[in-house]
């Protein structure tokens, strides 16, 4: 073999070509594996198992999806082409995968979060909440992430990080440099350029290219003092930190905050864990009753961490050691400037148009609807309508109707022309039309490993596990999920992981919530690498003095305090909520006991 004229040789040059032809090729001794079984015994679509061959598959994708050797998305239509070639299942059944409930409450939620950023009530919420927090570091630090955990919750979390990410380097400007901020006015609008050029790194919501941004140059020319440039350094690295925190935190509160939730949702309809009503059910509500309290909990205790890491101990838990930080001692004197830029640029905006209002009262429409469809402690609207189930997914698409019906200025009711309050053209641009495909491709391969008897195959190859204590399971479970998901796509790992856990919960009786839930929120739980999220990513390219080391030595204390706080929760309130204990399943045949 010949090495390039770069010095490198080529399979490393061009690694992602030979994994993507090789790889195929290794894993080709599954598909002639002998397979006896057989699925659907006994009915009149009784025909051999397929597991072997759904099983290659799984992988191919999983291992494609893991080290991106093609795009996410292109990688999730692999289904429809390997599944009927190899026998598995019909076309057309795989390709209804593509577009399920699920996927139509993901395109309506996304583009009600998107008319959202289109008339900038977002920026309003953010920079309201950031002047009533006051401009302490420490305190400016909480605002920030209760800011960025708020809207995350509701829009998704790449473009929450990618707008205060500006803002928090704009206010850095502020408290580390002693211009007068008249002569500063422009902070933000240069520190947005700065973003958009690392949000040219991405080709959709889950897929981060490059890794680093372009042009990396220090802070030592800006700075001639030592102590201002251990100052600004200091708390770039823990704004920018705590930005990306909140977001991936924020991100589990509603099941609509990011994409492993929305999957969970999808696989339980399958299940039918409420049995008609017996059971507790994972709705819009119970989700949030669940997990806004771990939600809020994770964000305290990351403000505390980094305000421990970055600002050291405070006096009064000092025993004669460590000296208060540098950014602490000096920029008491900028906190006026820091406040007038956030009232400046909040009065920029001016009063609260027609259009954010019409947009504000149908985001709050659409709540509302999502949590009293089918609240348990009232009757819900849902119930009025005979003989059909009507999903989260039409309340969604009722309000993305009205957004593109009323008009976004009261000039309209005068004889004016106006515009709707959502435009097309700006949800074409902006809506990640690849997770579609990847959510699509992750329904598809659930479907098939059902379909193929590698569901309940695997299933019965995992019984062994009953003589352990499920809580010792639980663990096991969201600390894995919590390493994969520092490697792979959130919505990849849930994909993945979210059917075999069910499985596994049916054959050891175990409730379907128990182990699924967890480890559907552990997907979020990415704190350590930038390719782990976006939000880690935009962070890490807009930080002039980061490095990978820093992101792994800050996060790897939340990654296990996250997983930590969880599993606490959820084998205390969520038990009292879900009540693990006493679930029965409908059709208990070949279910084991276990311990706990």
Not at 395 to 418: H, K, Q, R
Not at 540 to 566: E, P, Q, R, W, Y
Request: with cysteine.
């Amino acid at each position: 073999m010949t090495v390039t004229g770069g010095g490198k040789w080529p399979i490393l040059t061009n690694w992602r070509f030979f994994l993507a032809v090789s790889l195929p090729l290794v894993l080709c001794p599954l598909l002639f594996v002998q397979d006896d079984d057989f699925v659907n015994k006994g009915t009149p679509t009784e025909r051999p198992a397929t597991k072997f061959k759904c099983a290659y598959v799984i992988i191919l994708m999983a291992a494609y999806w893991m080290v991106e050797a093609i795009p996410l998305a292109i990688t999730s239509l692999l289904p429809i082409v390997l599944f009927p070639l190899l026998g598995v299942q019909d076309t057309a059944k795989v390709s209804i995968n593509y577009m399920r409930e699920t996927n139509m409450m993901f395109i309506g939620g996304l583009i009600i979060a998107l008319s959202v950023e289109y008339c900038n009530l977002h920026k309003r919420i953010a920079l309201r909440v950031m002047t009533l927090v006051g401009s302490s570091p420490i305190r400016l630090m909480l605002g920030i992430m209760m800011t960025t955990m708020l809207l995350s919750m509701w829009i998704s979390n790449t473009a929450t990080t990618a707008m205060m990410v500006p803002i928090v380097l704009a206010v850095l400007g502020e408290l580390t440099r002693d211009a007068d901020i008249e002569n500063n006015t422009t902070n933000i609008d240069r520190q947005i350029s700065t973003v958009k050029a690392v949000m040219g790194n991405y080709d959709d919501e889950e897929h981060y290219i490059d890794g680093r941004r372009g042009d990396q140059h220090s802070y030592k020319k800006e700075y001639d003092d030592k102590d201002k440039l251990t100052e600004r350094i200091i708390l770039e690295k823990m704004y920018l930190f705590a930005v990306a925190y909140s977001s991936n935190i924020g991100g589990t509160g509603v099941i609509t905050g990011t994409n492993p939730n929305l999957i969970l949702q999808e696989f339980l309809k399958e299940e039918d864990i409420s049995q008609g009503g017996k059971y507790t059910d994972l709705t819009f509500a119970t989700w949030m009753a669940f997990n806004i309290p771990g939600m809020l909990l994770n964000v305290i205790i990351a403000w505390i961490y980094l305000t421990l890491v970055f600002f050291g101990r405070p006096n009064w838990l000092k025993f004669g050691g460590k000296k208060d930080s540098v950014a602490i001692a000096r920029n008491e004197k900028n906190h006026d400037n820091v406040m007038k830029l956030l009232q400046r640029k909040y009065q920029e905006l001016g009063p609260m148009t027609f259009h954010e209002k019409g947009v504000a009262i149908l985001f709050a429409t659409v709540v509302m609807l999502w949590l009293f469809r089918d609240p348990r402690f009232i009757k819900g609207w849902a119930e009025y309508v005979e003989y059909v189930d009507v999903g989260d997914s039409t309340a969604a698409m009722f309000v993305v109707l009205f957004l593109f019906i009323i008009p976004n200025s009261m000039s309209f009711f005068s004889g004016g022309t106006s515009k709707a309050l959502m435009d097309w053209k700006y949800v074409q641009d902006n809506l990640p039309w690849g997770i579609v495909l990847l959510m699509g491709g992750g329904f598809a391969l659930s479907d098939a490993a059902s379909v193929s008897g590698l569901s309940p195959w695997i299933g019965d190859q995992l019984n062994g596990l009953q003589h352990l204590d499920k809580s010792v399971i639980l663990i096991v479970v969201m600390m894995m999920t919590a390493f994969i998901t520092e490697i792979a796509s959130n919505t990849a790992c849930a994909n993945v992981i979210i059917p075999i856990l069910l499985s596994l919960s049916k054959n050891l009786n175990i409730h379907p919530l128990y182990l699924t839930l967890p480890a559907t929120v552990t997907c979020s739980y990415a704190f350590m690498l930038p390719v782990a999220t976006p939000p880690n990513a935009i962070v890490f390219g807009a930080g002039k003095n980061m490095k990978i080391m820093d992101m792994v030595k800050t996060g790897l204390f939340l990654n296990f305090s996250c997983v930590i706080v969880l599993f606490l929760l959820n084998i205390t309130y969520g038990n009292l909520l879900f009540d693990y204990s006493n679930y029965v399943y409908a059709n208990p045949a070949n279910i084991s006991s276990i311990h706990g």
